[in-house]
């Protein structure tokens, strides 16, 4: 049997290519017609569903490294009518037909008269289905294309469902005659959620497509279906983190500040990055309320097709739900190949809003507590590590992703208790290809001695600025070291620090030569820690660009210590840093008002994204 060749594009009408198929002969008599019960799936990852491969035809209920198919949570909006395309019944265009997995029900030209068929959405692993009650339908529709062009939705969820309700139409199949079974159907599938949020919480993030075809009472069986029942499985594309080493096209910073939004924009400009200062939201700690990430299945050439999907932090800095993070998401970040979600899925009380309204969360549970640690050998799309007092629910949905290997840290020390109070990454040209900035108190304390040791006591740091209470921040060296409760919160702080580079030991296995130690003082606060020299650590990253925030040290033999020590330990070949090794391009930001004092830097005040990338391909890492 010679079989069909399907050829699609978006927008096109399906077109099958069909010659001789069940016409064979033997021993010169025509032989009885060859049934076709097979659905197609793209298990080879090149783009297409293609009758005419052997491993989207036979290989359809497969997932390794190198096999098995892929559909997208389709969370952007392709018509720009405010409302994710998940969240809607229509395909709205070629864009969205785009975000659609292609299933086809090849044709059987032959089929007698009377055959019908049944597409039917289940559970991939049955023991799951046995003790759970969700139903994989729920989380996905499946839209069939019509002869004379566009789509008819034809199972999963039938309606525009809110999160959280119960009582929304779901077909879990549905019908094909003959006339259908007779040309082929082409359909295209979409994930309503991510895998592991709330509103996902019992679905593996995996669907099977069964075809059954029955003429009369009987089902038709096949060599290939000896049961009658055909089979194709496919896994929602997981959510993937945005690091400091991805490829970025846009920068993200609050308006609050005009002279740190100049500074900000300027050194983005140079690097070629789009920067977006954002009016009108008042929450200035922009990589705390929202976490940009991506999606993304395998595309033609080699290349990816997906999605930006930001997560929203499940609570604001007001009342009301105008100030929810997914409020700014929904007006900033809804659009075409543009998505938002929060992890927890608004559904009652399963995200943290009193019903007053007020919203609750702690600073643990913010975007600056969650980093994306780069790629290395055992884990080329990274890892997340977060530090303490995250959500449940937002730790659960990283699991479930099952890609990027989280791991934690202790922050609960720390006064605003994030990662990147301590850690940060920049490239290098080494073996792994980064290396990570860590917190040094003991070297700040090393070089302020030395220069006490040299003559310069005296020397003042933060000349000029004031401290939160409007009183002069100024100190000199010698102050600064007499301080007896300062050092002793150098010691505590250096304590924890250590637990946190073991854990990173432990869990990443890096050498001594690939941590950069940057020098500053943390201070105390309640018991608690907080950069008290601004906490260069706390740096935005992009390319081989690092943007410090100004540590405006002691002026040692006419220039700032503290800087000429950054631009000699980041800037130069001293530590094989950046593309290149030669160092990076190291400019220094201002943010001692708008964000230090209040216990943040230039990387709690700044985010960043891009475009989903072509490598790394998450799907060949995934699990079975």
């Known amino acids: 049997m010679q079989r069909g060749k399907l050829e699609t594009a978006a927008g096109a009408t399906l077109a099958l290519l069909i010659a001789g198929c069940g016409s064979g002969e033997s021993d010169g008599a025509p032989s009885s017609p060859v049934a076709v019960v097979d659905l197609v799936v793209d298990a080879d990852r090149d ?70 068929g049944t597409v039917t959405l289940l559970d991939p692993d049955p023991e799951v289905a046995a003790h759970t009650s969700d139903d994989p339908a729920r989380h996905v ?41 007779r040309a082929g159907v082409e359909l295209g599938l979409e994930a309503r959620h991510f895998a592991g949020t709330v509103a996902a919480a019992d679905w593996s993030g995996e669907v099977r497509l069964e075809l059954a075809v029955t003429v009369g009472a009987e089902l038709v069986t096949t060599d290939e279906s000896p049961d009658g029942r055909e089979r194709a499985r496919l896994r929602v594309a997981p959510w993937m983190s945005f690091g400091s080493l991805s490829v970025h096209d846009t920068l993200y910073s609050s ?107 702690t600073t643990f549970d913010s975007y600056g507590n969650h980093e994306l640690v780069p790629a290395s050998a055992g884990f080329p799309a990274g890892r997340i590590v977060y530090g303490s007092g995250v959500l449940q629910t937002t730790r659960a949905f990283y699991a479930a992703q099952a890609v990027q290997a989280p791991f934690d840290v202790d922050t609960s020390w720390l006064w605003v208790g994030h990662v990147d109070e301590v850690f940060g990454y920049v490239p290098a040209a080494t ?35 004031q401290s939160w209470n409007g009183a002069s921040a100024a100190i000199t060296i010698d102050a600064l070291l007499a301080d007896v409760a300062l050092a002793q919160a150098q010691q505590e702080a250096e304590s924890f620090i ?50 410090v925030p100004d540590p405006f040290g002691p002026v040692i033999d006419g220039v700032d210590g503290f800087r000429q020590d950054l631009l000699d330990r980041l800037g130069t070949p001293a530590h094989a840093l950046g593309a290149t090794g030669q160092g ?41």
């Open 431 to 465: 073996a792994r290809g980064w290396k990570v900035l860590v917190a040094s108190p003991s070297l700040a304390r090393q070089m302020l001695e030395a220069w006490q040791a040299q003559g310069h006591g005296s020397a003042v740091l933060f000349a000029g600025k």
């Open 47 to 116: 783009g297409r569903a293609d009758p005419g491969s052997d491993v989207d035809r036979l290989e359809d209920d497969a997932w390794d490294a190198s096999r098995g198919a892929i559909f997208l949570a389709n969370y952007d909006d392709d018509d720009g009518d405010g409302v994710a395309d998940a969240d809607d019944t229509e395909v709205d265009g070629p864009e969205d037909e785009a975000d659609l997995a292609r299933v086809v029900v090849r044709p059987w030209p032959e089929a007698p008269d009377g055959a019908s």
């Open 584 to 624: 990076l391009d190291v400019r220094f930001v201002d943010d001692w008002d708008s964000y230090h004092l209040l216990g943040g830097e230039v990387h709690c005040a700044t985010n960043e994204e891009g475009p989903p990338p072509a490598e790394p391909r998450w799907w060949e890492v995934a699990g079975p």
């Open 255 to 361: 308006d609050d500040d005009p002279a740190f939004v100049a500074a900000v924009g300027a050194a983005a400009g140079e690097a070629g990055l789009d920067h977006r200062p954002l009016a009108g939201w008042d929450d200035p700690w922009t990589e705390d309320w929202m976490q940009p990430g991506y999606a993304a299945l395998p595309a033609e050439d080699g290349l990816a097709h997906g999605m930006r999907v930001a997560l929203a932090r499940p609570w604001g800095r007001g009342f009301g739900p105008g100030a929810l993070p997914a409020a700014e998401l929904a007006a900033m970040h809804l659009g075409p190949d543009r998505g938002y979600l929060e992890p927890c899925e608004r559904a009652g009380d399963k995200c943290p809003l009193h019903t007053g309204e007020m919203h609750y969360g």
């Open 141 to 181: 529709r499946l839209f069939r294309r019509e002869p004379a062009g566009g789509w008819t939705l034809v199972a999963g969820q039938l309606e525009p469902c809110a999160y959280g309700a119960v009582s929304c139409a779901v077909a879990a199949s549905f019908a094909l005659d003959t006339a259908e079974l």
């Open 498 to 547: 250590d637990a946190m580079v073991e854990r990173f030991r432990t869990e990443l296995g890096l050498a001594d030569d690939e941590l950069v130690p940057m020098p500053f003082f943390y201070g105390e606060v309640d018991g608690y820690k907080v950069a008290y020299i601004p906490g260069t650590v706390n740096a935005r990253v992009f390319g081989d660009h690092i943007l």
